[in-house]
């Protein structure tokens, strides 16, 4: 692998809060929402009202595994797209909400005209989707993967080729997301980092197992995330003594 520039399937794992998306066009089947930045702000920043927030992502919920289920949505998505010349991004992966967990598929929602052929294309594949049914908002924990494209930016930082406000930061050991959650919410409250959403990701690049955290901003000062990657990695030797930098 070329570590000045190299492109890789992610996983990205995180928290959030999700609820019923509220829609009768898409056939009964259960649709959640949430803000994709939901930790964008510290706690004493966060803003008075989720409406300020411009765009959200959807979920649309698997009833039941799947074989090569993330495979199968990436290369039918990926025709349809060519297809009829669609705009969706398209990532797949699972939600963990109500302690069960269900394969989904995540879509933005600036793309819900184009929902319906996307899902009659998955029901041809024979994956069967939950239906509707009221809930309250709850916390998920979402893994979804998406290929990016990489380019080094500095010592153990990344950005990403087609997204000047996401950033990577290599991190020296794998950490749960309870973990992780506890190391962002610590550095926002007690450092002058405020306005970024952190995901957890790992990558699999051939023989390479990569632990980084994703970082998007769009008040990113690329000369400023050394100092942010010190703070991650002081925080996780906190928590993780045997953990060493690399």
């Excluded at 595994?65 to 398209?90: A, I, N, W």
């Excluded at 819900?112 to 998920?140: C, H, V, W």
């Excluded at 973990?179 to 610590?186: G, L, Q, V, Y």
């Excluded at 690329?222 to 990657?229: F, T």
């Amino acid at each position: 692998m070329n570590d000045e520039k190299f492109d890789c399937q992610v996983c990205f794992s995180k928290k959030l809060m999700v609820a019923r998306f509220p829609s009768e066009e898409h056939e009964g089947i259960m649709i959640l929402e949430s803000s994709p930045f939901p930790s964008y702000y510290s706690v004493s920043g966060f803003p008075n009202s989720l409406k300020s927030v411009k765009d959200h992502h959807l979920y649309l919920i698997v009833k039941k595994p799947f074989p090569c289920f993330q495979d199968r949505v990436f290369r039918y998505s990926f025709k349809l797209k060519e297809k009829m010349g669609f705009t969706f991004h398209v990532s797949p992966g699972q939600i963990t909400f109500q302690n069960e967990t269900f394969p989904m598929v995540r879509v933005r929602t600036d793309e819900t005209s184009q929902l319906n052929p996307l899902i009659d294309t998955y029901r041809a594949l024979g994956i069967q989707f939950m239906k509707d049914r009221k809930i309250q908002p709850y916390e998920a924990t979402v893994q979804f993967k998406r290929y990016t494209k990489f380019e080094k930016v500095g010592d153990e930082v990344y950005k990403d080729r087609e997204n000047p406000n996401r950033h990577f930061i290599k991190i020296p050991v794998d950490i749960d997301i309870d973990a992780f959650d506890k190391i962002i919410f610590d550095i926002k409250n007690n450092c002058d980092f405020h306005m970024f959403d952190a995901s957890l990701v790992y990558l699999n690049c051939g023989d390479n197992f990569i632990d980084m955290v994703s970082i998007y901003s769009d008040h990113c000062d690329e000369n400023r995330l050394p100092e942010l990657h010190k703070s991650l990695i002081e925080e996780i030797k906190r928590l993780k003594p045997n953990a060493s930098g690399r």
